[in-house]
C-alpha cells in the first residue's frame, strides 16, 4: 500500500530535478479513503492553513463549505459526478471552495487565483499532518448551486475530499490502476529566461 508516510514509495514515482522539501512530493491526490474521522482541531488546521494563503490585495475570497454528517454528505453528493462519486463516497469530509467575485462595491478579479492559492496551503498543511486530500472540479456546479444556496458572487471551484489514505485493494481495478503517484512535465518546458524564445539551462 501507497501511504502518505510512505516517502520510498512517493519517490519511486516522483523524481526532482532540484531537491525541495518532501513535503511537495508527498501531496498527491489518492482515490482510497479510510471510513476514520478527522479529529476536529486536524481538521480545523487545514482551513487555518488556507487562511494564511497569498491573495489580491489580501481580498481572501475563498469560502469553504465543509460537509461531515450524514445529511450534509448526501447533499454533496447529489451533485458530484458518478466518476468522481465512485471514490470520494467513504471520504469523512468534503469541503467546497467558492471564490467571492464580487462584494458590495469591490471586484475581485482574481478570486479563482487566490482560492486555488488557499486550497494548496490547505492540501500541503493536510499532506504533513498524514492527512490525504483529492481536489474535483468534476461535480454538477449549477444543481450544488441550488443544493446549497449559493449565491450569484460565489463562483464554485470545486470540492475537495479529505481524509486518511485508504488501502488500494479497496478501489475497483480500473481506479487501482490510476492509484499512483503521477510525474510532472519537465522545467525547461515550463519556465523561460526573459522571454518564450529563450530556454533556461536546467543543467547541474
Ligand atoms: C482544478 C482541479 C480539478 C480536478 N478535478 C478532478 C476530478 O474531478 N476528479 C479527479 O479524480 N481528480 C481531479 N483533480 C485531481 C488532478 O487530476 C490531480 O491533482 C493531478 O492529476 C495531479 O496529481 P496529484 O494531485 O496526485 O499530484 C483535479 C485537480 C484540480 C487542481
Redesign the pocket.
Known amino acids: 500500500m501507497t501511504t502518505v508516510q510512505d516517502q520510498k514509495t512517493v519517490e519511486e514515482f516522483r523524481k526532482p530535478t532540484f531537491p525541495i522539501d518532501p513535503l511537495f512530493i508527498n501531496?498527491?491526490?489518492?482515490?482510497s479513503f479510510l471510513e476514520k474521522p478527522v479529529a476536529d482541531e486536524l481538521l480545523f488546521s487545514l482551513f487555518e492553513a488556507a487562511r494564511w494563503a497569498p491573495s489580491a490585495n489580501n481580498s481572501q475570497p475563498w469560502t469553504f463549505i465543509v460537509a461531515r454528517s450524514v445529511e450534509d454528505q448526501a447533499k454533496f453528493h447529489s451533485f458530484i459526478?458518478e466518476?468522481?462519486l465512485a471514490?470520494c463516497r467513504k471520504a469523512p469530509v468534503l469541503a467546497m471552495a467558492l471564490s467571492r467575485k464580487t462584494e458590495n462595491e469591490k471586484v475581485y478579479k482574481f478570486h479563482a487565483f487566490d482560492t486555488?492559492m488557499a486550497?494548496a496551503n490547505l492540501a500541503l498543511q493536510a499532506t504533513a499532518h498524514g492527512l490525504i486530500t483529492?481536489?474535483?472540479?468534476?461535480?454538477d456546479a449549477e444543481k450544488a448551486r441550488q443544493v446549497l444556496d449559493i449565491p450569484a458572487e460565489y463562483d464554485i471551484?470545486?470540492v475537495i475530499a479529505i481524509g486518511y489514505q485508504g488501502e488500494k485493494e479497496a478501489l475497483s481495478e480500473a481506479l487501482q490502476q490510476r492509484e499512483q503517484?503521477?510525474g510532472r512535465k519537465e522545467l525547461s518546458e515550463v519556465v523561460f529566461e526573459g522571454s518564450l524564445d529563450q530556454k533556461v539551462n536546467f543543467t547541474k
Do not use: D, K, V
Not at 501531496?27 to 482515490?31: F, I, K, L, N, T
Not at 483529492?134 to 461535480?139: K, L, R, S
Open positions: 501531496r498527491w491526490s489518492p482515490r459526478l466518476g468522481n471514490w486555488g486550497c483529492h481536489f474535483m472540479a468534476g461535480i471551484q470545486g503517484p503521477n
